[in-house]
Antibody
């Protein structure tokens, strides 16, 4: 069974940092591209970042470019999102989402981890 | 960036109704469109990909159509489990964007 489990969320002050993790199981992580997608409380979905299967290609939404860094460790079945210079508008549930290679849609999602940026 | 305009934002319907949700792209995205269902407190679930392909395990009452800039999600006969939020999603030039969402409520 495919499972994606996020962790690392919590309360952080504006300007602070947080590192999210996503543990993958039930499939071979190196065969898939991966993404982070977020959802502010009561709002819609916003794509955050993409990383290709072997980390060759990385893309970010303009709203996080220069502040967030996506990475992965295929040997440990882990996906990461390093978030720096956090702002109140980064408050959201962060989902990791799997993407079949070359497909451009998200076929499996984790349950999400809540990041709250507040003083 | 490609903008996605989804309508309506809220839809009130009864069990058994035929329901249609529309998504319009600000420029052509060929068939790079997917639809998701999300229930409160849960992760989104993929329903349709490549505009009209039904994801494995999704009931056949869900269908998608369209290409270019206009797309629709249709639920042929609304079931109690279908009351949820629905989002369209596009891909274009290394960027992915979602529509604003449609909440399907019980009438």
């Amino acid at each position: 069974e495919v499972q994606l489990v996020e962790s690392g969320g919590g309360l952080v002050k504006p300007g602070g940092s947080l590192r999210l993790s996503c543990a993958a199981s039930g499939f071979t992580l190196s065969n898939y591209d991966m993404n982070w997608v977020r959802q502010a409380p009561g709002k819609g979905l916003e794509w955050v970042s993409f990383i290709s299967s072997l980390s060759s290609y990385i893309y970010y939404a303009d709203s996080v470019k220069g502040r967030f860094t996506i990475s992965r460790d295929n040997a440990k079945n882990l996906l990461f999102l390093q978030m720096n210079s956090l702002r109140a508008e980064d408050t959201a549930v962060y989902f990791c989402a799997r993407m079949p290679k070359g497909s451009y849609y998200f076929d499996y999602w984790g349950q999400g981890t809540l990041v709250t940026v507040s003083s | 960036d490609v903008q996605m305009t989804q309508s309506p934002s809220t839809l009130s319907a009864s069990v058994g109704d035929r329901v249609t949700i529309t998504c319009r792209a600000s420029q052509s995205i060929s068939s790079w469109l997917a639809w998701y269902q999300q229930k409160p407190g849960k992760a989104p679930k993929l329903l349709i990909y490549k505009a009209s392909s039904l994801e494995s395990g999704v009931p056949s009452r869900f269908s998608g159509s369209g290409s270019g800039t206009e797309f629709t999600l249709t639920i042929s006969s609304l079931q109690p489990d279908d009351f949820a939020a629905y989002y369209c999603q596009q891909y274009n030039s290394y960027s992915w964007t979602f529509g604003q969402g449609t909440k399907v409520e019980i009438k």
